[in-house]
């Protein structure tokens, strides 16, 4: 029975959940709001994999996802492109861009890495005000094949795409590339000591989660039918997505896919509070940081019991194991 | 021309420095990348606008209790939220990220999402070889090179203010020479914030006060304090000036557009080429 609540199981029933929602409700509205889920479930575990498993936070996410979705404005200025090809030529482009921001930053970590990607997100924005000439500028550009004129099949093709995406992404994270990521964040020097090229890993990381948010982006322009600074650019996005991801819990991909789902709907649900929902969201966010280190979904899913599960003594060095551990910062300690 | 790059630029670089400094010795003492530090400028202005403003309280009265305000908020900050999560660094970032958009929404809520101005102490203009600028803009400056100087013999030549420096160093053996550095935490987050909220109080008059205020300041408060080497205090007032200069020329000879993507790509530069920053001695995140 208890095997049941296995997490692959779990996935799998709301992966069925998802794709036969359409039968249980024929609220559009809804529907709009699981499509939006979808990228950004998307976003959340590109970025988890760059992020989440090297320990290299990206504070300017938003730029691949702009460079994707921007590819797809300007190759339809000249034809309408369609969905099927712009994905990967979206990601591919992202994938440059990953290469050209990854390869500099290589030496930096922590604070360094969050301030140069906050500010090359930054520079790519105040880029497409200046050329608004070409770009739209704060417009955006408009007249982007529709992924579909059926609204169902919309639905459909999002749910696909992000059960293909987050599947890749998956894959990576569990074979020994994923476990090869963790062991930089855990100690670079020890990795390096071991033989392994940690250069050509970090670079990796960055460009297949730069192409995932790339071609993400891309899924967007041709949801919205639109692309703009707002919509793919701005620095909330790149925030937006940090913080779905640590809320539902990074170096997992399905955590981080996960907290987009728990975010998107929550944000939703709140709306119903009028200027208020934004508060409780932003309430929510800080609780889940100073109560689940290890965010939402993962915390709920090593809670959960079962012979399948990891064993008793893993409360340790679970979320609230930290306690004992003295940060750099920390030590001397305050009384 | 020269002049006014030259003046203009002083008064941005003093107000920068009032900003960074703070955030740069919360990182320096405390190893904290503290994003709340913009919402102390917010605040400031917010509380200046309630206690001035709204209440009608002397101006002089409501700027004290305003900055009483923020450093309680500070120490409120930490000893709730960031003192739980001190071990990890993103997870500092994000909470107290998460708390800066807390704090904008309620004060949109509070207030309204409308700008509001804010009373000045001083009116009219001033010239100074030649160029003309409001005296608001000079008094600010003059705050703002004061606190600086003051923070300067703080730092230097008195024992609260050398214990700091010395925890900064290595709070581990500043313990066993019998420094309180819980103390030291505390005194350092206090003066961070009231540094943040003089910025506040004496720029708001000039500057717009609107709930997301809070962002572009925070932001080149962290690249002033990386430009400048993290934990560095001198290299981020050394890196304010630049920045406050570069900003005004830039914006006097090009145009106002191109300034802040110089300002940007400058940042962007000085990381991948010297990542431990102008005056930073080793790279420790």
């Keep these: 029975m208890v095997k049941l609540f296995k997490p692959l199981n779990v996935v799998v029933v709301l992966l069925v959940l998802l794709l036969a929602m359409p039968l249980l409700t024929k609220n559009s509205y809804l529907l709009g709001v699981l499509i939006l889920a979808n990228i950004y479930a998307v976003y959340a575990a590109g970025w988890d994999l760059l992020s989440g498993y090297t320990g290299r936070e990206n504070f300017g996410y938003a730029?691949?996802?702009?460079?994707?979705?921007?590819?797809?404005?300007?190759?339809?200025?000249?034809?309408?492109?369609q969905a099927w090809l712009s994905l990967p030529v979206g990601g591919l482009t992202a994938a440059a861009f990953g290469l050209l921001i990854g390869i500099p930053c290589l030496r930096l970590k922590?604070?360094?890495?969050?301030?140069?990607?906050?500010?090359?997100?930054?520079?790519?924005?105040?880029?497409?005000?200046?050329?608004?000439?070409v770009t739209g500028g704060e417009e955006g550009m408009i007249g982007i094949a529709p992924l579909s004129f059926e609204p169902l099949n919309s639905y459909y093709y999002s749910v696909i795409f992000m059960a293909v995406s987050i599947g890749i992404l998956y894959l990576i994270g569990h074979l020994p590339e994923g476990l090869l990521l963790k062991s930089i964040k855990q100690d670079e020097t020890a990795a390096e000591a071991a033989g392994i090229n940690t250069t050509f890993h970090k670079v990796l990381a960055f460009v297949v989660s730069a192409f995932f948010g790339g071609a993400a982006g891309a899924f967007n322009a041709h949801y919205m039918g639109y692309v703009g600074p707002d919509a793919v650019l701005n620095s909330t996005i790149s925030l937006t997505v940090i913080i779905m991801a640590v809320v539902g819990g990074t170096g997992s991909i399905l955590g981080a896919a996960g907290g987009a789902y728990l975010l998107t709907l929550l944000g939703e649900f709140l709306k119903r509070f009028g200027d208020f929902h934004l508060l409780f969201y932003t309430a929510l966010l800080v609780l889940v940081v100073l109560f689940m280190p290890k965010g939402m979904i993962n915390s709920l899913a090593l809670k959960l019991p079962g012979p399948g599960s990891e064993p008793v003594s893993r409360p340790v060095s679970g979320p609230g194991g930290h306690s004992g551990q003295v940060g750099p910062g920390r030590a001397g300690g305050r009384q | 021309m020269g002049y006014d790059i030259l003046i203009n630029g002083s008064i941005n670089g003093a107000f920068y420095a009032l900003l960074a400094l703070g955030f740069c010795l919360m990182f320096g003492v405390a190893r904290l990348?503290?994003?709340y530090h913009?919402?102390?400028?917010?605040?400031?202005?917010?509380?200046?606008?309630?206690?001035?403003?709204?209440?009608?309280w002397p101006l002089l009265l409501a700027v004290a209790a305003s900055l009483s305000g923020v450093v309680a908020v500070a120490i409120l900050v930490d000893r709730v939220c960031v003192n739980r999560v001190r071990q990890s660094s993103i997870a500092v970032m994000i909470c107290t990220l998460g708390l800066a958009y807390f704090t904008q929404y309620l004060v949109r809520i509070l207030f309204g999402p409308r700008y509001l101005s804010i009373p000045a102490f001083v009116s009219g203009n001033a010239g100074i070889l030649g160029v003309v600028i409001p005296s608001t803009r000079l008094l600010a400056f003059g705050v703002g090179i004061g606190l600086i100087l003051a923070l300067w013999a703080f730092i230097g030549k008195t024992r609260a203010?050398?214990?700091?420096?010395?925890?900064?160093?290595?709070?581990?053996?500043?313990?066993?020479?019998?420094?309180?550095t819980a103390a030291a935490f505390t005194m350092a987050t206090g003066i961070s914030a009231f540094l943040a909220g003089v910025a506040g109080t004496v720029v708001a008059p000039f500057l717009s006060v609107d709930p997301g205020m809070w962002l572009l300041p925070l932001i080149k408060a962290f690249a002033i304090v990386i430009l400048g080497g993290l934990g560095s205090l001198w290299g981020s007032v050394l890196a304010a000036f630049l920045l406050g200069y570069l900003e005004t020329g830039v914006s006097l000879l090009l145009s106002t557009n191109v300034r802040e993507i110089v300002f940007l790509a400058v940042v962007l530069l000085v990381l991948i080429i010297k990542p431990s920053g102008l005056l930073g001695k080793s790279l420790t995140a």
């Design chain 1, 63 to 81: 730029l691949f996802i702009g460079a994707g979705a921007y590819a797809v404005g300007f190759i339809s200025k000249v034809f309408p492109v």
């Design chain 1, 110 to 133: 922590g604070p360094y890495l969050a301030l140069a990607t906050l500010a090359a997100a930054a520079i790519a924005e105040r880029v497409v005000m200046i050329f608004s000439g």
């Design chain 2, 33 to 35: 990348v503290n994003l």
């Design chain 2, 38 to 56: 913009g919402s102390y400028y917010m605040l400031a202005a917010y509380f200046t606008y309630l206690f001035a403003v709204l209440l009608r």
């Design chain 2, 161 to 180: 203010g050398r214990s700091i420096m010395a925890v900064a160093q290595d709070p581990e053996a500043a313990t066993y020479m019998g420094i309180n």
